[in-house]
């Protein structure tokens, strides 16, 4: 180590940590004093927890009492650079082995931070001496890609960070790589003693029967592309966002770029300030892009997965999840981004359009994270699936459809117990359409002078009439394309049918006299 580098290291750094992140520094020197020289270690710390911070310290102190080099990896280059300045801030010199990077005076440093891939080049390329590398540090140790590494350090001590510690492949759990977790800080605690915002979820009911699963364990680009660029969908996402945070600062993530496009353009024809960000942006695009978002108090900006990890904008309101996802890790990265603190700031908004809190719960439960670690697949294996999560819904009409029938008491009708009902009563299942039919029927007479405007009603009633279809047929384990079709035509008729022959006698029934001519 020059001189030079050795008298930084010596120098107090000038950042102020919280107790809980001197304590997390303090347990994992404990481990790295009185375990193998080749221990590998996992550290959970929730998002904004500050763990960029600690590792940061870890290794302004560890170059200050070790004559061996530390290396941190990271899986973006944004990340990279991050990680870069925040180690300086330190007073840790440090080297960044990008693509273009010289390593021509690499014996000058004692840190390194690399991404995962340039340096797997570089190892294999033997450009890079790692010889004398005690510690390595892996930020974002959830991802796979850093595993194929691991053979090169088989002498470091090898700390792994992750606001999750569950793996992004099934197939390689976390524990097979880690010899043991250390849990950081709760959400809870951190949100308790003012260092996170507090989150205020609105879910929505929705039907994901048609998303398909891929290879990867999530669901597949294209079937969430299909089902979240409808123009349906896109008016319940305009619709949410006006209800729960119109004016707000809010980040959209989708599942696929298609689908980010089309938020754009319709939330754009709405007239509200939005803008679109993906992977295909330039640096120059993206930077525009970001300080508009930062300096814009009512911005919207609609992306995919890319502002996951390492974006900070503590000025984020809301975040709407315009995407389901079968992933735990991006499931809480995604709500990490708005839970940042600001001096006005103590709570966020989340708008949940993918059935997510339904399937892992709410964000900042006590996950035990310990049990998770050693058991992933017991816990990938209670997670809800679609139909067992649809199965609890209540389907109400929408709130403006509602306003229609605001003479009814009660709009709802429950096909599951109805359908539970005739079984139990040895009826046939045709008795719950019927049952539906008649309770549509009375909705639209008691807001109706005449059988005209039931009959205008009953058109509005068409999501309403599909869903119970969608529901019924279900129950009976019938659900092909061509049978739900008929049956919702059927439906339709029948109620139209029903009253036109029906309407002066249940008018008399309900309001105690015939309607007027």
Request: aromatic share 10%; net charge negative.
């Amino acid at each position: 180590m020059s001189e030079t580098n050795q008298a930084i290291q010596e120098k107090k750094t000038d950042k102020e940590l919280y107790e809980y992140q001197q304590g997390a520094i303090s347990q994992i020197f404990d481990k790295f004093d009185n375990a193998p020289d080749d221990y590998h270690l996992l550290y959970q710390l929730p998002t904004g927890g500050g763990k960029t911070v600690i590792f940061s310290e870890m290794v302004r102190q560890y170059l200050k009492n070790h004559n061996k080099k530390v290396l941190v990896m990271t899986h973006r280059i944004e990340l990279c650079n991050q990680t870069s300045k925040m180690l300086t801030s330190f007073g840790v010199t440090n080297k960044v082995v990008n693509s273009k990077a010289n390593l021509d005076d690499q014996a000058d440093y004692s840190c390194f931070v690399a991404m995962v891939e340039t340096l797997n080049n570089r190892l294999n390329e033997e450009k890079l001496d790692i010889s004398d590398v005690g510690l390595v540090i892996i930020d974002e140790a959830h991802y796979n890609s850093f595993t194929k590494l691991f053979k090169f350090f088989e002498n470091s001590f090898i700390l792994g960070v992750t606001a999750t510690p569950l793996s992004s492949n099934k197939e390689l759990p976390m524990k097979d790589n880690y010899d043991e977790l250390i849990a950081g800080e709760t959400i809870e605690n951190l949100i308790e003693n003012e260092f996170l915002a507090r989150c205020e979820t609105y879910a929505y009911d929705m039907s994901l029967t048609s998303l398909e699963v891929g290879s990867n364990g999530d669901y597949t680009v294209k079937s969430s592309e299909d089902l979240y660029s409808s123009p349906a969908m896109l008016q319940k996402t305009i619709d949410a966002y006006k209800k729960h945070s119109l004016g707000k600062k809010t980040l959209i993530f989708n599942n696929g770029i298609n689908t980010s496009i089309s938020v754009y353009y319709a939330f754009r024809e709405a007239g509200l300030p939005i803008m679109h960000l993906d992977n295909t942006a330039t640096k120059k695009q993206r930077k525009q892009i970001l300080e508009w978002f930062h300096n814009t108090p009512n911005a919207i900006l609609t992306s995919v997965s890319i502002l996951t990890t390492g974006f900070d904008e503590p000025t984020i309101d809301t975040i709407i999840l315009n995407r389901a996802t079968k992933s735990l890790t991006l499931y809480y990265q995604m709500i990490g981004r708005g839970s940042r603190i600001l001096n006005n700031k103590s709570k966020f908004t989340v708008i949940d359009l993918g059935n997510n809190l339904y399937r892992f719960g709410p964000w900042g439960a006590d996950l035990d994270w310990q049990l998770i670690f050693k058991s992933p697949n017991w816990f990938a294996d209670r997670i809800k699936d679609d139909e067992s999560i649809e199965a609890n819904f209540k389907h109400e009409l929408s709130d403006d459809i509602k306003d229609e029938f605001s003479k009814s008491e009660n709009t709802y009708f429950d096909i599951r117990q109805t359908y539970k009902d005739a079984v139990d009563a040895g009826e046939s299942s045709k008795v719950v359409l019927e049952r539906s039919i008649e309770q549509h029927a009375k909705i639209c007479i008691e807001n109706s002078e005449d059988v005209y405007d039931a009959i205008a009603l009953a058109k509005l009633l068409k999501d309403d009439i599909n869903m119970r279809i969608e529901i019924y047929a279900k129950c009976i384990s019938k659900s092909t394309h061509n049978f739900l079709k008929w049956l919702k035509d059927d439906y339709k008729q029948k109620l139209n049918s029903y009253l036109r022959a029906n309407f002066d006698e249940k008018f008399e029934e309900i309001h105690g006299h015939p309607p007027e001519d």
